[in-house]
């Protein structure tokens, strides 16, 4: 069967009570079939066009959320993309060490600056020295990014740790890659273990950011990349709970939520600190192992990309992905 009804909350207590018990539950009947969302072991399948002018996936579309004020619930992977165009408004510069002024190297969303500013703060408190590596990315600097990772790994490891132009969540000016000051580089095997990264897995999600490629083989094939220690996205406070309490991957997450799905609310979720004033709605009885959607090949049609970039790869990168 291609499309996983997901069957969530008091629709399964709605089977079990004919009648409709459920109202008198005082939770609202729902049931909701998410479509299957296109699977990463056949989306990384898909060929990455290179012309001159142009760089794209074989059949990649530009995402639904992808207006100015949609930056939280974006869905951005190897199937959904942002226009080339697409540039975020309220960009603010802010130094490598967190600090925003206009002396700072990086630019980030106001928003997701003044939360990364706070956490900067925080992490200190608990000795840990936090340092940007990379923020915002236009279009065309994600052009050099992936193509001097083509050009140091080769197209098919690049794919796997890069994204394509257009399909980066650094586009949205939300994103971050942090590394420390003082302890063990991001680009060490050792850092997902390392105190700052930890530090980070613990409390990001307090000043609203969420890790968008977990560690772990179920993750990484839902997420459609290599885990990522480093990259941290900004939705704000309250989804960023949402989604570490629901223990979802941000994609499948993102996805569900787009397409109206109930929320998950995972048994790790009591060990979390809801934000101020946030009221969590009453766990649902389905256990939220079974409501990863499962995922079929897409069968819609592939288009080449169009549109082009506006400078050529040339340069190495000195950022991660
Ligand atoms: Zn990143």
């Known amino acids: 069967m291609p499309l996983l009804a997901l069957i969530l909350g008091a ?47 074989q059949g990649a579309v530009t995402t639904k959320n992808w207006r100015n004020t949609q930056w939280a619930t974006s869905l951005l992977d190897p199937m959904y ?14 130094t490598w060490r ?5 002396k700072g190297g990086y630019l980030l969303k106001r928003e ?22 990379s923020a915002y ?12 990772w083509v050009a140091k790994s080769g197209l098919q490891q690049a794919r796997k740790y890069s994204a394509v132009p257009g ?59 290599g885990a ?8 704000g406070k309250g989804l960023a709970y949402e989604i570490v309490c629901s223990a979802q991957v941000p994609r499948i997450f993102l996805w569900n939520r787009q397409n109206g799905a109930e929320r998950v609310i995972a048994p790790s979720c009591d060990l979390l600190t809801p934000p101020e004033g946030y009221v969590l709605p009453s766990p ?15 069968d819609s049609p592939s288009a080449p990309p169009t549109e082009s970039p506006s400078e050529s790869p040339t340069e190495t990168p000195v950022t991660p992905p």
Not at 177 to 203: I, M
Not at 228 to 235: G, L, N, Q, T, Y
């Open 11 to 57: 629709s399964a207590l709605g089977a079990a009570l004919p009648g409709g018990g459920v109202a008198a539950l005082g939770i609202a009947p729902s049931s909701v079939s998410v479509p299957p969302i296109t699977a990463c072991s056949e989306i990384n399948k898909r060929r990455i066009i290179i012309t001159r002018t142009s760089i794209g996936i």
């Open 81 to 94: 993309r942002l226009s080339s165009s697409y540039r975020p408004t309220n960009l603010v510069a802010i």
């Open 98 to 102: 967190g600090v925003i002024s206009p």
């Open 112 to 133: 997701a600056a003044e939360a990364l500013s706070a956490m900067f703060a925080e992490a200190k408190l608990s000795n840990i020295q936090l340092k940007i590596l």
């Open 137 to 148: 990315r236009s279009y065309s600097t994600q052009v050099r990014v992936f193509a001097g």
């Open 167 to 225: 399909h980066s969540e650094h586009q949205l000016g939300t994103t971050v890659d942090l590394g420390s000051l003082t302890g063990v580089a991001w680009s060490n095997p050792k850092f997902p273990t390392s105190p700052t990264a930890l530090w980070l897995e613990a409390n990001a999600y307090k000043f609203g950011f969420i890790r968008s490629y977990p560690a772990g083989a179920a993750n990484i094939a839902l997420s459609c990349y």
């Open 228 to 235: 990522e220690a480093w990259h941290w996205r900004f939705v």
């Open 284 to 298: 649902s009885p389905t256990p939220p192992a079974s409501e990863t959607p499962s995922e079929t090949p897409s």
